[in-house]
């Protein structure tokens, strides 16, 4: 069982920036997939970015340049660095993983990752 913690949520005005942080507490073995999603209200949960088990990086095209995803092994922590933001990115933001072979890219659907934190709020006002 994995437990992932977000934090680092809060309200900006548009083209400031935030820093959102995962922890997994405790022993976790194998490897995984991590990654920042977002829910927006009347919408679908969306990939944002992810970290696969060898350190590749993907980002939605809607956050390329402007986000930042990075991860520390040896904490179990997963980090989003977000510049400019923009109204259209306030949102729930979540932190989730699945376990995948070190080798394997990260899963396309949302509904395949299996481990969800509470999530965190981002609010970007015009």
């Known amino acids: 069982q994995v437990q992932l913690e977000e934090s680092g949520g809060g309200s900006v005005q548009a083209g400031g920036s935030l820093r959102l942080s995962c922890l997994a507490p405790?022993?976790?073995?194998?490897?995984?997939?991590m990654g920042w999603f977002r829910h927006a209200p009347g919408g679908a949960r969306a990939k944002v970015a992810t970290?696969?088990?060898?350190?590749?990086?993907t980002y939605r095209d809607s956050v390329k340049g402007r986000f930042t995803i990075s991860k520390v092994n040896a904490e179990n922590s997963l980090y989003l660095q977000m510049n400019s933001l923009k109204p259209e990115d306030t949102a729930m933001y979540y932190c989730?993983?699945?376990?995948?072979?070190?080798?394997?890219?990260?899963?396309?659907?949302?509904?395949?990752?299996?481990?969800w934190g509470q999530g965190t709020q981002v609010t970007v006002s015009s």
């Open positions: 989730a993983a699945v376990h995948t072979e070190w080798w394997s890219l990260c899963p396309e659907g949302v509904s395949e990752f299996n481990y």
């Open positions: 970290y696969d088990a060898d350190g590749r990086i």
């Open positions: 405790g022993y976790t073995t194998g490897t995984y997939c």
